[in-house]
C-alpha cells in the first residue's frame, strides 16, 4: 500500500467523512496534488462497484498530458493495472467491477456558456485538477451532477479540487474564509508546500527559490497574494499601495466619473478625484435616472466639479444619465483616442477606449502615481479583486492591445465587476486635453 503525505492523509479524511461536501487541496507545488485525486478515484472505483466519477481540467488536451499520466504511474506501482482499462476514443476509464471515470474538458466555451453539456450527466463524485483554471460556474455546475449510487451505497456528494495559489474564485470560495477562520462546514481546504513532501528532490525545492517573486511566492511559499500571471498589469505591491496613497498629492482639478448600473449590476458607482487621488466614493442601489443624476449633482456642488468635469457610462442606461446631466459619455467600445506626439498624431495601439483607458490607468496605479482614500474593508476588497484582474488579452498574439472581457472576470471573481469601471474612466481625462475625435483606426 502507498503511504500518504500527512497532508494528503487529511484531505482523505476529509473526503470520507459525512460533514464535508468540497475539498481545495494544495496552495503550492510539489505537494502531491494530482496524485491524492487519482488514488481517491482509485479507492472510490474498487469500493463501489458501478459507480461514476469525473475526473476534469480546463483542457482535456492538458488532462490527458499531466494527470491522467499520474494515474497510469500509480496504477502500476499499485499493481491495478489489470484491474481497468483505458478507452481513450471514449474518453474514459473503465474498470472491472463497472466503474468508470470519465474524463472531462471544463473550459468555458462561448458556444457553451452555461456548461449545458454536463446537464445530463449523473456521477458519483469529481476530481478536477488545477481548479482554479475553471470557471466557478463548471465547479457548481459539476457538484449539481453528483447523485449517481449515492443512495444506494449511503454516500455523501464528495468533490475534489487541487490548485496553486490563484487570486480567483478558488481565493475567494476557499483560502480567504479558511484563512479568517469562517470557512462554512461543508468546505475544507487543507494547504499542502513542497516541504511537506519529503520525497521531493532538493534540487527542485532549489529551483523553486530561484523563480522570480511572484512565482517563488507562491509555488514555494503557499502565498495567494501573489499572482504571475504574465498577462496581470498592477502586481500585488501596487494594489496595496494604491490605497495608502500618502505619497502622492491630492491636487489640482477635481473630476467625478460614474458608472451607471445596467443589467446584471445592481449599483451605480460614483468616484471623486481630486488630481490623481480618489477622495471620495459613494454608490446607490439601482435606481432611476432622477435618483442617479440628483445623487451626480449633489456630488457636484458638494465637491466643486463642473459639468465638463463629470463623465458617465453611456452605453446602456448611462445614457440617459449623460443626457440629463449634460456631461461627458464614455462609450466603452468605441475607437480609442488618438493623441498628440512629437506634434503628430499617433495610431493608438488599443482595441477599444475601454482597452485604452484601463491600460493607461493600471500604469498609473503600476508607477504608484494614483490612488484612493478608502477606510471601507468591504470596497476595498472588491476594488482589491478587481485590480488584480486587470489583465491582457491574448498576450501571445500580435494586433491591438485589449483586457480580459467583463464576462472572464466575472467568471474569475465570482461576481459582477463593479468598480472598476469608474477607476479606469478617470484616465479619460487625461487624454482629452490633447487627442483628436473621428479617426479611423484600421
Known amino acids: 500500500m502507498m503511504k500518504l503525505l500527512v497532508k494528503q492523509e487529511h484531505a482523505i479524511w476529509f473526503l470520507k467523512d459525512n460533514v464535508t461536501e468540497e475539498v481545495l487541496y494544495g496552495g503550492a507545488a510539489g505537494g502531491g496534488k494530482s496524485a491524492l485525486g487519482c488514488l481517491w478515484l482509485m479507492e472510490m472505483c474498487q469500493k463501489y462497484p458501478g459507480t461514476r466519477w469525473l475526473m476534469g481540467r480546463s483542457k482535456l488536451k492538458n488532462l490527458k498530458e499531466t494527470t491522467l499520466n499520474t494515474f497510469f504511474e500509480l496504477a502500476t506501482q499499485l499493481k491495478l493495472s489489470r ?14 467491477n463497472g466503474s468508470e471515470i470519465l474524463l472531462k474538458d471544463l473550459f468555458h466555451y462561448p458556444s457553451d456558456p452555461n456548461f449545458e453539456s454536463l446537464g445530463s450527466l449523473e456521477i458519483t463524485g469529481a476530481f478536477i485538477d488545477e481548479c482554479s483554471q475553471v470557471a466557478y460556474h463548471a465547479w457548481q455546475m459539476v457538484k449539481s451532477r453528483i447523485r449517481y449510487k449515492l443512495a444506494e451505497y449511503k454516500l455523501m456528494p464528495k468533490m475534489l479540487g487541487s490548485c496553486n495559489p490563484a487570486k480567483n474564485w478558488a481565493y475567494k470560495e476557499f483560502y480567504k474564509p479558511w484563512r479568517e477562520g469562517i470557512l462554512p462546514g461543508y468546505r475544507r481546504f487543507v494547504q499542502s508546500l513542497p516541504a511537506d513532501n519529503p520525497h521531493l528532490h532538493p534540487t527542485y525545492l532549489q529551483s523553486l527559490l530561484r523563480l522570480d517573486k511572484n512565482s517563488r511566492e507562491r509555488l514555494y511559499y503557499g502565498n495567494w497574494e501573489y499572482d504571475d500571471d504574465p498577462a496581470t498589469l498592477i502586481e500585488h505591491d501596487a494594489i496595496a499601495d494604491y490605497f495608502n496613497p500618502q505619497h502622492i498629492k491630492a491636487e489640482g482639478m477635481k473630476y467625478l466619473t460614474i458608472d451607471v448600473a445596467r443589467k446584471g449590476r445592481d449599483k451605480t458607482v460614483f468616484r471623486v478625484w481630486h488630481g490623481w487621488v480618489c477622495i471620495y466614493r459613494d454608490a446607490i442601489a439601482k435606481s432611476g435616472l432622477d435618483a442617479v443624476v440628483a445623487r451626480a449633482r449633489a456630488l457636484q456642488k458638494r465637491f466643486g466639479i463642473s459639468l465638463s468635469n463629470t463623465i458617465a457610462d453611456e452605453d446602456g442606461v448611462g ?3 449623460v443626457d440629463f446631466l449634460k456631461c461627458k459619455g464614455f462609450i466603452n ?11 503628430v498624431y499617433v495610431k493608438p495601439n488599443f482595441d477599444s477606449l475601454k482597452s485604452q483607458c484601463s491600460i493607461k490607468m493600471a500604469e498609473m496605479i503600476a508607477n504608484r502615481l494614483a490612488g484612493e482614500m478608502c477606510d471601507d474593508d468591504a470596497v476595498q476588497q472588491c476594488v482589491t479583486e478587481e485590480l488584480e484582474q486587470v489583465k491582457l488579452r491574448d498576450i501571445d498574439k500580435e494586433g491591438r492591445q485589449g483586457i480580459l472581457p467583463k464576462d472572464r472576470v466575472k467568471e474569475l471573481i465570482g461576481r459582477s465587476p463593479d468598480e472598476w469601471d469608474s477607476i479606469m474612466m478617470r484616465y479619460w481625462f487625461a487624454l482629452r486635453k490633447d487627442y483628436r475625435t473621428r479617426v479611423r483606426v484600421g
Open 83 to 96: 484491474q481497468f482499462s483505458y478507452r481513450a476514443q471514449e474518453h474514459s476509464i473503465r474498470w472491472n
Open 333 to 343: 467600445n468605441s475607437v480609442p483616442l488618438q493623441v498628440r506626439e512629437g506634434g
Open 319 to 321: 445614457g440617459g444619465v
